[in-house]
């Protein structure tokens, strides 16, 4: 099984800021990563998938990055309705798909 | 408009049994594949099964074969998971998932099914 490992578990981030989340594959997915977010009481929605390609609808400010076993969300301008969970997710494997444990972005 | 609508809330006891749906529209149901997601209270997710409604293919993932069952009616384009006997650890957050059955990820979340199981 290929294990995600999300850092850090939770980020504090002000209105306006930069947040950058990171996620690891314990070995290569190339870049079946997905990204997703979670607001409290909603079901995860797709934000990113190959990495760095926004799904439909998703604001330019957030945008993926990385290949192999490392990879990044950057959320460029925070607006309040960004402060969620955001789950990493590889798609390597089928159908043998994992998560990472999470990154919650809270309000500074 | 793709669309996966999810049975409502269960509270049930220990040793009972269940069945929960995810009823699929704006899309041909036989052509992709619907998936189950778990969500423990405060949890991550972790992926349980899937099933190809065209054909009923179905695959668990290790840590769920044999706890659940994962079935779909094509004539009402609706797949089903289902319990026989409930313990109070399936206390969860179960969601159904479309995926197209490539290497790619789940593009369309349910509402999600809220399951208590207490004595």
């Known amino acids: 099984e290929i294990v995600m490992t999300q850092s850090p578990a939770t980020l504090s981030v002000s209105p306006g800021e930069r947040a950058t989340l990171s996620c690891r594959a314990s070995?290569?997915?190339?870049?079946?990563l997905a990204w997703y977010q979670q607001k409290p009481g909603q079901a995860p929605r797709l934000l990113i998938y190959?990495?760095?390609i926004r799904a439909t609808g998703i604001p330019a400010r957030f945008s993926g990055s990385g290949s192999g076993t490392e990879f990044t969300l950057t959320i460029s301008i925070l607006q309040s309705e960004d402060f969620a969970v955001y789950y990493c997710?590889?798609?390597?494997?089928?159908?043998?798909?994992?998560f990472g444990q999470g990154t919650k972005v809270e309000i500074k | 408009e793709v669309q996966l609508v999810q049975s409502g809330a269960e509270v049930k006891k220990p040793g009972e049994s269940l069945k929960i749906s995810c009823k699929g529209s704006?899309?041909?149901?036989?052509?992709?594949?619907i998936g189950w997601v778990r969500q423990m209270p405060g949890k991550g997710l972790e992926w349980m099964g899937i099933?190809?409604?065209?054909?009923?293919?179905?695959r668990y993932s290790p840590s769920f074969q044999g706890q659940v069952t994962i079935s779909a009616d094509k004539s009402i384009s609706t797949a089903y998971l289902q319990w026989s006997s409930l313990k109070a650890s399936d206390t969860a957050m179960y969601y159904c998932?479309?995926?197209?059955?490539?290497?790619?990820?789940?593009?369309?979340w349910g509402q999600g099914t809220l399951v208590t199981v207490s004595s």
């Open positions: 070995q290569s997915v190339s870049s079946n």
């Open positions: 099933i190809y409604p065209g054909d009923s293919d179905t």
């Open positions: 190959g990495a760095s």
């Open positions: 704006g899309y041909s149901f036989t052509s992709y594949w």
């Open positions: 997710q590889q798609y390597n494997n089928w159908p043998a798909w994992t």
């Open positions: 998932v479309r995926h197209d059955g490539r290497q790619s990820p789940f593009d369309y």
